[in-house]
């Protein structure tokens, strides 16, 4: 239990430092561009929303940074993120909502699933050294040293065009409305098919490699020399002696690799236009739209998070001597 | 430790020369280098190292001049072809080399340097203090590093270079700091800086005499791994159009194939080139980082000879952890087990 509540203690740490970074980058903005955005649009925007943008960005110069600090804080707890200038008149939450989904389940079904490819390839790489598993590495390597966004590119040319099953851009066919209609689903499925796998053949090799090196350091433990003697089957201590073991460090660098893997699929929809935060976020850079860049730093941030709060739980599940009192 | 019965033998390989293995164990760094993995990395860097150097002065042309061979393939004239206003790929590729090594290695170097500071100080010095240290380099693995760079890069006015080179030296330490602390922490109570302690050393002493030796695979390691991270940010950074189009990089090159439309067009040498050449620098320093591994972890060596023959002429299948065994009852009388 103890090491639950350490890991606790430790995320929740994490996301009081997020909003404490989201809290003083934009008030290093030099020239105050968001007060001249806000001037700008005087009139059109309520009063109310004026003032959550005031305590965002602290555009009130005459406020202490610690009343500033106290207002944001309360602010957000009650989810205000401000209003999205890009996207006009609606609110970041509101922007927010819509582009999540998508990136979730891109970033969520594609990681889990490269790393259960990786990682069972890794087991037969590390297993069988020297067999044709072992000698897919290069060929991983030099696909992972591959930026995610060049493979995308590459696969867009390859595989759409005119004719093809395949479509180039977007997240689903431009007349049909976001439902749970089986056309929806069915466009949205295909559309998500070609940043799905570029994501995967990107990301494969690195759970491999780590998988197959954990692997060929456990077999040469004395455990395996003694389950191997025991007469158990050759897949049985594979899976259930080395596998297992091997498999520790793989799990606890699941979460902190997702960082990399929210960077990497952020540019994978920006090659494919598909509708996630990611291609929100390097509009709203486009746009100067500072409130929406705030709001998606502190929501994929907050998301990473929980995401490396799922991979503790499944460590704990793992590995028992985290569950050891004391 | 062999295992042995009836009918089992084990075949006949000669004992490794002892005065061999004390050469070996005495030239580190010479074994390092003759790792087949090392060298080639080691090549394939030099290479592109010269290139950074000299690419501006062996460009054919000038990368932005205009010329009115538009959108050509390449030819012997233009080895990468042309863009849509008649530059040559070519020599943006050539001048591009140095700003990406140039932000890899200054990126790697400011990232290593605060890695090693935090991780060995929060490692080997305990208290209050150290944990901090600990707490903020946990922090920095966690948040996602792209979107950060890529707010702070936006912040900041007119970054060139040097402002991404040291934005992602700054955000990309944590993960180094990480592996540093948990090896020091491993190194702090074993007997040799027990010893040096009780011999009255100070402490500064002890962590640049006797820890950080010890570390030398590790930083290189970590450093390697920031390079890439760092080319890679520097790269996509470029290609989204956010850092400064001042100078020519590989991202730069691509950031304009991608808003010419180039790959609709049919224009794959506006891609490709530049492709393999990030891929090249990607398959370069992770051969180096293979040959540090297998250094420090000497399982992992010598993956290809897994099967190996023995004087009778049947072949074993080597596995780490196996004693290579054979049945062949005919045989066990002569040998003697």
Not at chain 1, 79 to 93: K, R
Not at chain 2, 16 to 31: E, S
Not at chain 2, 36 to 41: A, C, D, L, N, Y
């Amino acid at each position: 239990m103890s090491y639950f509540l350490r890991r606790l203690a430790f995320y929740v740490f994490t996301a009081w430092a997020a909003l404490t970074i989201n809290f003083f980058i934009p008030r290093l903005i030099p020239g105050d561009p968001v007060s001249a955005l806000v001037n700008g649009m005087r009139g059109q925007i309520d009063p109310a929303q004026i003032q959550s943008l005031t305590v965002l960005f602290g555009l009130d110069k005459k406020q202490s940074m610690w009343e500033q600090y106290t207002s944001y804080l309360a602010q957000l707890a009650r989810g205000d993120l401000g209003i999205s200038f890009g996207n006009f008149p609606l609110p970041v939450s509101e922007v927010l909502t819509q582009a999540l989904p998508w990136t979730l389940l891109l970033i969520g079904v594609t990681t889990v699933l490269s790393f259960l490819l990786g990682t069972l390839l890794g087991v037969f790489a590390g297993w069988w050294r020297g067999s044709w598993i072992d000698g897919l590495l290069p060929a991983t390597t030099f696909l992972s040293s591959i930026p995610y966004f060049w493979l995308g590119l590459i696969a867009v040319a390859l595989f759409t065009g005119v004719g093809s099953f395949l479509p180039a851009s977007g997240g689903y066919e431009p007349g049909l409305v976001p439902g749970w209609s089986g056309e929806f689903i069915d466009s949205a499925l295909r559309h998500s098919l070609l940043p799905a796998a570029t994501i995967i053949v990107a990301s494969v090799g690195g759970w491999l490699l780590a998988m197959r090196n954990m692997m060929v350091t456990v077999t040469a433990e004395d455990y395996i020399t003694v389950a191997h003697a025991k007469g158990l089957s050759e897949r049985r201590v594979m899976m259930n002696y080395a596998a297992r073991n091997a498999l520790l460090p793989s799990v606890s660098g699941f979460g902190m690799a997702l960082g990399l893997v929210v960077g990497g699929t952020f540019l994978v929809e920006y090659v494919f236009s598909y509708p996630g935060i990611g291609l929100q976020m390097l509009d709203a850079i486009a746009k100067h739209d500072y409130p929406l860049i705030q709001g998606i730093f502190l929501v994929v941030t907050l998301a990473v998070l929980a995401a490396n709060f799922l991979a503790d739980l499944a460590y704990m599940a793992l590995d028992p001597r985290t569950r050891k009192e004391g | 430790m062999a295992i042995t019965g009836v009918g089992i033998t084990t075949p006949n390989v000669a004992p490794a020369d002892p005065a061999q293995t004390a050469t070996r164990r005495r030239h580190g760094l010479h074994r390092l280098l003759v790792n087949g993995k090392v060298t080639s990395g080691l090549v394939m860097l030099g290479v592109l190292t010269l290139i950074a150097v000299f690419g501006q002065a062996l460009a054919p042309f000038d990368p932005s001049k205009r010329s009115s061979d538009i959108l050509q393939s390449p030819s012997l004239k233009h080895w990468f072809g042309t863009t849509h206003i008649g530059q040559d790929i070519f020599s943006q590729v050539l001048v591009g080399t140095r700003s990406v090594m140039f932000v890899g290695f200054t990126a790697g170097l400011v990232a290593t340097i605060i890695g090693v500071v935090i991780g060995v100080t929060s490692g080997y010095l305990s208290g209050s203090a150290a944990e901090g240290l600990s707490a903020i380099s946990n922090v920095f693995i966690v948040i996602p590093a792209l979107p950060l760079i890529i707010i702070i890069t936006n912040v900041v006015p007119n970054s060139g270079d040097w402002t991404i080179a040291l934005v992602i030296g700054f955000t990309s330490w944590a993960w180094g700091a990480r592996l540093l602390r948990a090896q020091t922490l491993s190194l702090r109570r074993r007997d040799f800086v027990e010893a040096a302690r009780a011999t009255g050393e100070s402490t500064w002493r002890i962590i640049g005499f006797e820890i950080l030796p010890n570390l030398t695979a590790i930083i290189a390691s970590s450093f390697i791994g920031t390079v890439m991270f760092a080319v890679a940010t520097e790269i996509a950074l470029a290609f989204v159009g956010i850092s400064g189009i001042s100078e020519w990089n590989w991202g730069e090159i691509l950031f304009w194939a991608q808003g010419q439309q180039a790959l609709p067009q049919g224009a794959w040498w506006w891609f490709v080139p530049v492709g393999l050449c990030i891929a090249l620098l990607g398959t370069a320093l992770s051969l180096v980082n293979f040959g540090i591994d297998e250094f420090v972890n000497p399982r992992l060596r010598a993956s290809g000879q897994s099967t190996v023959k023995a004087s009778d002429g049947s072949r074993v299948r080597m596995k780490v952890g196996f004693t290579p065994v054979l049945a062949d009852p005919s045989r066990s009388k002569e040998i003697g087990i």
